[in-house]
């Protein structure tokens, strides 16, 4: 049994945007896709948790690409498990091109019972024998991100049913999406190259959302997703910026 795991992707046509450069979704995509494969190996996977009436959810991500890759060039991802706390449990990333490492993230995940949709601990699932000795890829800020109620830009999201995922729920990078729609589009050429985020509550299908965005001084975007019915905040983020 591995306690790392690699897997190399191949960045797609539909991946990039018109400068040639890998979007944050589909980096994302490759992080979500890597970490299911490894905890699946390691006993702790989507089936073996199904089987418990539990499963994982992303409660938060933290990335950061100094080099973007673009349309065509292989990205080699490696992940390993990086810590077990008492309510999450942490996952980290190197993301490499031609051996050269581009990128890093981390990653905290809880595990939910099923049925009652309510958080449990994730202890009996990972050891110690579980996670390697190693340095953490990099690591969250120590707070949380700042949130925020207005901003100057805004968009009105509709969650879809076919962005569900295997847990009956929106897809967790479908969120980030929907907190880069508010987005202006006079600065669609510059590109996003860090994001930390934080998942607040489930969003389903068919709901209402307002994505809402606030530039701050230092050059960074803080984000809210709010659902319309009740008022919950489902998603927050903060972004970083490059031309």
């Avoid at 498990?81 to 990128?103: C, K």
């Avoid at 508010?182 to 607040?200: H, K, Y």
Wanted: aromatic share 8%.
């Amino acid at each position: 049994m591995k306690l790392t795991h690699t897997s190399t992707y191949r960045v797609r046509s539909y991946e990039v945007d018109q400068d040639n450069r890998a979007s944050l979704i589909a980096l994302c995509n490759m992080l979500q896709d890597a970490a299911s494969m490894h905890a699946a190996e390691l006993g702790f996977g989507y089936e073996d948790l199904h089987r418990l009436g539990r499963a994982w959810v992303l409660s938060r991500a933290y990335l950061h690409m100094e080099t973007m890759p673009g349309f065509g060039e292989d990205v080699t991802v490696e992940t390993w498990p990086s810590g077990n706390q008492r309510t999450v449990a942490t996952r980290d990333f190197l993301l490499m091109r031609s051996g050269v490492t581009i990128g890093r993230a981390t990653s905290a995940w809880a595990v939910i019972d099923i049925e009652s949709r309510r958080a449990v601990s994730p202890e009996d699932l990972i050891a110690e024998r579980d996670i390697p000795k190693r340095d953490k890829a990099v690591d969250f800020e120590g707070r949380a991100v700042k949130r925020i109620k207005e901003g100057p830009w805004d968009a009105a999201v509709h969650a879809r049913f076919g962005d569900h995922d295997l847990n009956g729920h929106v897809n967790s990078m479908r969120s980030v999406e929907y907190c880069l729609e508010s987005m202006p589009r006079e600065l669609s050429t510059d590109c996003c190259v860090a994001a930390d985020i934080q998942f607040r509550a489930e969003c389903f299908g068919g709901d209402e959302l307002r994505s809402v965005a606030a530039p701050q001084e230092d050059g960074t975007v803080l984000h809210s997703l709010v659902r319309q019915s009740d008022e919950r905040e489902t998603a927050r983020m903060k972004t970083w910026w490059a031309k």
